[in-house]
T-cell receptor
Framework: EAQVTQNPRYLITVTGKKLTVTCSQN?????MSWYRQDPGLGLRQIYY???????DKGDVPEGYKVSRKEKRNFPLILESPSPNQTSLYFC?????????????FGEGSRLTVL | AQSVTQPDIHITVSEGASLELRCNYS??????LFWYVQSPGQGLQLLLK??????LVQGIKGFEAEFKRSQSSFNLRKPSVHWSDAAEYFC??????????FGAGTILRVKS
């Protein structure tokens, strides 16, 4: 089954404790992206990657890091989480590096930073 | 800068009634436009898209949307709503090669 898999789905952590949210897709997609969803703000792009070893900032990259060492994986790293990073996070992928908007989304990871 | 406005935060319709969700965009060039749906606890799913050509596009689950360049709008419609359509709906515009800009979303409630 074609899917984007995120882990963990739910996480409560404390300020400053490094964490990683993993994302894996099995569709051989070139494009991958991370979004955060906050009430009243819709989805905002954090980082995206057009291919292996190619990443770039989205609209809200501060406090986040990403890497793309393999085509299928695109982990999101919070080096020192803060309460304003409490949010619902979505990983998404698309077949083409030249993005057409046809994104496949994971089920989301709800993160709470105390 | 590109932007998407969904004027209605919440909409409640009766089951069987028609539905229209509004979306206005701001983008200088010809836009690529999308509607996504998010069911509770799920990720987003593509409902339909407009790239060019016929301005009335059909999507999954009986939804359609009409692109009106003069009004910078891309409203989503469904003739008869089912209880399973209760979800949050997002309009989005592809802004350049690598970015999708989302609206804030409209929560649809369906009453029986």
């Amino acid at each position: 089954e074609a899917q984007v898999t995120q882990n963990p789905r739910y996480l409560i952590t404390v300020t400053g404790k490094k964490l990683t949210v993993t994302c894996s897709q099995n569709m051989n997609h070139e494009y991958m992206s991370w979004y955060r969803q906050d009430p009243g703000l819709g989805l905002r792009q954090i980082y995206y990657s057009m291919n292996v070893e190619v990443t770039d900032k989205g609209d809200v990259p501060e406090g986040y890091k990403v890497s793309r060492k393999e085509k299928r994986n695109f982990p999101l790293i919070l080096e020192s989480p803060s309460p304003n990073q409490t949010s619902l996070y979505f990983c998404a992928s698309s077949r083409l590096a030249t993005y057409t908007g046809e994104l496949f989304f994971g089920e989301g990871s709800r993160l709470t930073v105390l | 800068a590109q932007s998407v406005t969904q004027p209605d935060i919440h909409i409640t319709v009766s089951e069987g009634a028609s539905l229209e969700l509004r979306c206005n965009y701001s983008y200088g060039a010809t836009p690529y436009l999308f509607w996504y749906v998010q069911s509770p606890g799920q990720g987003l799913q593509l409902l339909l898209k407009y790239f060019s050509g016929d301005t009335l596009v059909q999507g999954i689950k009986g939804f359609e949307a009409e692109f009106k360049r003069s009004q910078s709008s891309f409203n989503l419609r469904k003739p008869s709503v089912h209880w399973s359509d209760a979800a949050e709906y997002f309009c989005a515009v592809a802004a350049g090669g690598n970015k999708l800009v989302f609206g804030a979303g409209t929560i649809l409630r369906v009453k029986s």
